[in-house]
């Protein structure tokens, strides 16, 4: 299959400006769909072979239009949470824009789909975010005409993740004494470099058409464990109480009862009810694929204390430019 130019969705994300930088690094066309133009331009206009594009996603017309002369599509789309309860935001976001990616590739005859899942996604999951991400990944490996692969990531860490950087927010923030729901969940997490590696020597070869791909770290630890850890990397004196189920359970409404407030101040929901259910199901894997693409995943240790101790945004952007050259 020859592929010059590549359609992505959710291209400005942490996932998606890292794998734009590996692409464009290794001569592909990219066109990225953003709804806000500007506000990117920093972090990848410079990228060559690259044209950000500033439309609405979600309209099925303007991702046919933009889509034309792509020979592959990247759907990245996702959201851990969203602004109501019932399961709507979720379904807009990973099965609505599914099936419309779906229908421009195939108006389009564009055979080649990458598409970002994640672990334990299933219609009959645990939560509305993993039904939904069940869902669509049911529906792109159904999908007449399309050769897709699937991504099934643990958390993904990294420069700029949502994960390490976010509890170091809170922790930050909250003073003495940290409440944890949920401790005992599981994960293995992926580096974005080992991610992103993984997808780019995925996009060519053949083998890897209509596989669903668990992608998870070599190592192991539960949400108190890695908690503890980003304690550790800040040097903050905290004392973290792990949460018994009632309590978690209890913490996650509270904050769903007040979500109307993080909307108003634009800030996501740091838990919820829907987070509490998908913690229920260990994020990890028997059937871990990573070393097909990687030798040595990097682990947490490596680099997770560099960037949460840098202070300057400038050298984070440094290291993430630098960091996303790297090859596999």
Do not use: W
Not at 119 to 132: E, I
Not at 267 to 280: A, C, G, I, R, T
């Amino acid at each position: 299959m020859i592929i010059k130019t590549i359609g992505i969705l959710g291209g400005t994300g942490f996932v998606g400006r890292r794998l734009a930088n590996r692409l464009a690094g290794q001569g592909y066309h990219l066109k990225i769909l953003t709804r806000d133009r500007e506000a990117h331009k920093e972090n990848l206009i410079l990228l060559p072979n690259l044209d950000l594009i500033e439309t609405n996603v979600y309209d099925e017309s303007h991702l046919t239009e933009h889509l034309t002369g792509c020979d592959a599509v990247i759907n990245l789309v996702g959201i851990l949470n969203e602004k109501g309860t019932n399961g709507e935001g979720f379904k807009k976001a990973h099965v609505d824009l599914t099936r419309s990616v779906i229908s421009a590739c195939q108006s389009l005859g564009i055979k080649r789909l990458l598409h970002m899942s994640a672990l334990n996604a299933d219609t009959s999951g645990a939560s509305h975010y993993l039904r939904t991400k069940g869902e669509a990944e049911n529906l792109v490996h159904e999908a007449d005409g399309i050769l897709t692969t699937s991504f099934r990531p643990s958390v993904i860490f990294g420069p700029e993740d949502s994960f390490f950087n976010r509890f170091a927010t809170l922790l930050k923030l909250i003073p003495g004494v940290f409440p944890l729901a949920c401790p005992d969940a599981r994960f293995a997490p992926v580096y974005i470099d080992d991610l992103t590696s993984a997808m780019a020597q995925t996009l060519k070869d053949n083998n890897y058409y209509g596989k669903r791909l668990d992608i998870c770290g070599n190592e192991e630890y539960t949400l108190y464990e890695l908690l503890k850890f980003t304690v550790d990397c800040l040097g903050l004196k905290r004392m973290i109480i792990p949460l018994p189920d009632f309590f978690s359970r209890l913490q996650a409404i509270e904050f769903d009862m007040a979500g109307f407030i993080f909307n108003l101040l634009k800030f996501e929901k740091p838990f919820s009810m829907d987070n509490y259910h998908s913690l229920s199901c260990d994020s990890v894997s028997t059937q871990n694929t990573l070393g097909q693409f990687v030798d040595t995943p990097v682990s947490i240790k490596t680099v997770v204390p560099q960037y949460l101790k840098d202070k300057s945004f400038r050298s984070s952007y440094t290291h993430f430019r630098r960091s996303s050259r790297r090859s596999h």
